[in-house]
């Protein structure tokens, strides 16, 4: 015992008190840095991921050669049987061939031949994955072909109408002109285009 001054015991109950406030700032600051930690981690992975999908688009290929070949080739085609059935006055109808072998060189490249050393059948699935792009992108450019010519006929009220209204254009012709024998042809030939994408990898490697 110590006279006038403090004993250990009665330190204990301010120790005790002490820590009970400083336990849970402790913890609470131990998560924020685990969260912080983990959330860097993740967006470090979500970079590397777009840094090697973007490398993986950008490096030819003998599979993306292939690919963009092959679907051009399908498009053109398909295109034969798509241009007698488009609405009269539509503009681009004439260069549609070109146009869709455009998009299929673009999405043959972009989308079918990104994957090699696939099963036969993903790469089938792939080449009409890249096929439903070309018929959307066929006809969304369609679409807006035709937008530009009402806009400057001032057909449209304001902006937000012209650009709502290149959806309805590309639906109206894409629902005019499309039949069973175009659309069996470009199927066909997507599918094709997926096999010798992936032939193109396993004979030649890059």
Known sequence: MVRGGLRCG???????TSLAIVSPNLFVNSERYELNSLVSRNEETMMQRVVVRNSQVQIPTMSKLFAGLALAAAGF??????????????????????????????????VVGVRPGRRWVDACNDGLRGAIYLLAATFAFLGTI???????????????????????????????????QPIL??????????????????????
């Open 10 to 16: 009665d330190l204990a109950p301010f120790a005790a």
């Open 77 to 110: 085609f398909a295109a034969q049987g798509i241009v007698p059935m488009i609405p009269a006055g539509t503009d681009g109808a004439e260069e549609l061939p070109l146009i869709m072998a455009s998009f299929g060189l673009m999405f043959g490249w972009r």
């Open 146 to 180: 035709q937008m530009f010519k009402l806009a400057v006929r001032m057909r449209y009220d304001d902006v937000l109408s012209a650009i709502t209204d290149v959806a309805g254009q590309g639906i109206g012709i894409g629902l005019a002109s499309l039949s069973l």
């Open 185 to 206: 042809t470009l199927g066909i030939g997507a599918m094709l285009a997926g096999v010798l994408s992936e032939y193109g990898h396993r004979r030649f490697g890059r």
